[in-house]
């Protein structure tokens, strides 16, 4: 069954109003996804100081990513009906509920059920806010759209483990003062949200969007296959980085300082938006190669640095991997939003996010799983090879998007 989608507000806002939206809902984006990486330097805290287990962190880090893919599932296109400035302020508080339940964490059920609540609102928030992004960027760069719903995610994850690290290991009450810090953050981005203009009207039909459904437009449907290969690869290291690198860092690297922490991860997610704009040069299927082939030479670099021992080795890698994961992301969004109107955004974008966290979800449960008998080291390779995959596959296959900029399809 078709159902019909917002169309976007016919009287256009001041550009003033455009600009402060298109800020807004980066710094929402961003705000959202740095209190989801304020958790990374405390695992290893928690991991001391409450005796959690790296399956039992996995655990944590798989619940944030299946209730995210959840919400995808869901509530994915809600924001095509009922707007995206009330999914966007709905995402945002369901992500300081969950800050709040993580100032108290002595159990796994807590952090589970903390990280339960930031994936709801994670996923309500990949799916309305990179939308209300795109439908609020400006016209030129045209890559700006691209790599700012897209990237920003990423860019947020390094700036709070950072953020949180530095925090941990050199300000007051160390397991709470980050969960402060990010409810403070979220409360200022969902008061700009709601002084910034709406950009779809709302329509009837938001009960009937809640029916499970992933819908892509017909004339890139043939694209979905090799961007999933791109998720794949580049979501399941990223979850890797979450659940098992503070013990690898610790147990083979030889330090447990949350800052160095914060940084590894970093290292992993910021050059990522650094990256897109270079993939801006070239077209998506182009870069895409490019952005791969880095990626998996950055593994290469990661599976040999933990062999030997060597941290700088290790944040160097890291650093070739994130920037290859950033150039072949946002070039796989570029090709996925060739020619969409604002009515296709919202389920692009569900869709992107359902396939990213999916292969967040599965991979990282399954390590977790393995991790109590499979050393962490032996797991870093088990994902370097999924990572050979994905980038073969995209090698092979993957190409650029028909230049038909017609009105989409859905089946």
């Known amino acids: 069954m078709t159902h019909t989608v917002a169309e976007p507000l016919r009287s256009a806002p001041a550009a003033a109003s455009m600009q402060l939206g298109f800020i807004s809902g980066v710094l929402a984006l961003l705000a959202a996804f740095a209190a989801a990486g304020s958790t990374i330097p405390l695992f290893n805290i928690y991991r001391a100081e409450e005796g959690f287990t790296n399956a039992g962190i996995s655990l944590g880090v798989g619940a944030y990513s299946a209730a995210t893919l959840g919400a995808l599932l869901v509530l994915g296109r809600l924001s095509g009906y009922v707007g995206r400035r009330p999914v966007a302020v709905a995402s945002l508080t369901l992500i300081m509920l969950g800050c709040v339940l993580l100032l108290s964490v002595h159990n796994i059920g807590t952090l589970v059920a903390g990280r339960l609540l930031m994936g709801l609102g994670g996923g309500l928030a990949s799916s309305s806010l990179p939308a209300y992004i795109v439908d609020t960027a400006p016209a030129k760069p045209q890559w700006l759209a691209s790599v700012a719903s897209s990237q920003t995610i990423m860019l947020g994850l390094a700036l709070g483990a950072v953020a949180s690290g530095a925090l941990v290991q050199f300000g007051p009450w160390p397991r709470d003062l980050v969960f402060v810090v990010a409810i403070i953050m979220l409360l200022l981005s969902a008061a700009l949200i709601v002084m910034s203009p709406e950009t779809v009207k709302r329509c009837p039909g938001a009960w009937a969007s809640l029916r499970p459904s992933v819908r892509v437009p017909a004339r890139v449907r043939k694209l979905v296959p090799v961007s999933a290969a791109v998720f794949l690869g580049t979501w399941a290291t990223g979850a890797f980085y979450q659940a098992f690198v503070p013990g690898l860092v610790q147990d083979q690297l030889g330090t447990a300082s949350p800052l160095i922490l914060g940084v590894v991860v970093a290292a992993y997610m910021g050059p ?140």
């Open 272 to 411: 990522s938006a650094l990256g897109s704009p270079l993939g801006g040069l070239f077209s998506p299927a182009t870069a895409q190669r490019i952005g791969m082939a880095a990626f998996v030479v950055g593994w290469a670099g990661l599976v040999t640095s933990t062999t030997v021992g060597t941290l700088p080795f290790f944040i160097a890698a890291t650093t070739v991997a994130g920037v290859g994961q950033g150039i072949a992301i946002s070039s796989a969004v570029r090709g996925l939003l060739h020619g969409s109107c604002p009515g296709d955004r919202a389920p692009i974008f569900a869709m992107v996010y359902l396939l990213s966290y999916s292969a967040a979800t599965f991979p990282s449960l399954i390590s977790g799983a393995l991790s109590h008998t499979v050393p962490l080291q032996q797991l870093a390779i088990g994902h370097a090879v999924l990572a050979l995959i994905a980038t073969s596959i995209t090698l092979v296959a993957v190409r650029d998007p028909a230049g038909d900029s017609g009105a989409s399809t859905f089946r």
